[in-house]
């Protein structure tokens, strides 16, 4: 297993918060998630890490949910287009299209997913990077972020039920959007990552 694999999947049994500060969590029925940050002094903006739990998701479904990017248009209401461009094995290079609220533009990305199954026990890890190895040409009035990651590791829980999630994420939306708005808008956006992937799951038809 590589370094970069084990970076991430290390944080399911023995989280990493150092340089990192407590921000939030948030549960409900099902799901949890607690949610530290650090400031980047070069861009103004924060990166998260997430360690929680899908206590009724297992963790096929939750792979899968998180992996189908057709199933992503269907309840991701943000999402104006996604697909795969190139594929390799267990690397794809994927187009992303986010609708943003007006009057601000939208965004897309371009960036390199790399997934990894890990046995005894059983693990998923799913590495998100911009990447600029493929020309996409830009569309108007569409701004392209070219700061990005999100990386999530997910692994059976103790009951062998449920489902224990890791996650690491930075977005750099750029533009002209002042840092304050970012960061105020991932307030709400990270923590609701957990509630909105916990009802996707639950309504995945395998």
Not at 120 to 128: A, K, L, N
Not at 174 to 199: D, E
Request: proline share 3%; aromatic share 16%; glycine share 6%.
């Amino acid at each position: 297993m590589s370094d970069e694999f084990t970076e991430y999947l290390t944080e399911l049994e023995t989280p990493n918060t150092e340089g990192y500060d407590f921000f939030t969590r948030n549960e409900g029925t099902g799901y949890n998630l607690e949610i530290f940050r650090q400031f980047n002094k070069e861009t103004g903006l924060y990166r998260y890490k997430g360690y929680g739990e899908l206590t009724t998701v297992d963790l096929e479904t939750a792979k899968k949910v998180y992996c189908d990017l057709d199933y992503r248009k269907k309840w991701d209401s943000y999402c104006n287009d996604l697909r795969v461009l190139t594929e390799n094995d267990e690397r794809q290079i994927i187009y992303w299209r986010v609708a943003y609220p007006w009057p601000m533009s939208h965004r897309d990305y371009v960036f390199l997913r790399k997934t990894k199954l890990i046995s005894e026990p059983d693990r998923w890890c799913i590495i998100g990077k911009s990447d600029t190895s493929e020309s996409v040409d830009a569309v108007k009035s569409v701004v392209r972020v070219d700061q990005y990651e999100q990386t999530i590791a997910f692994q059976r829980n103790e009951s062998g039920t449920g489902t224990k999630v890791f996650m690491y994420y930075f977005d750099n939306p750029g533009g002209s959007l002042p840092t304050w708005v970012i960061n105020w808008g991932a307030k709400t956006g990270v923590p609701q990552f957990m509630t909105t992937l916990k009802n996707a799951c639950e309504k995945y038809e395998q």
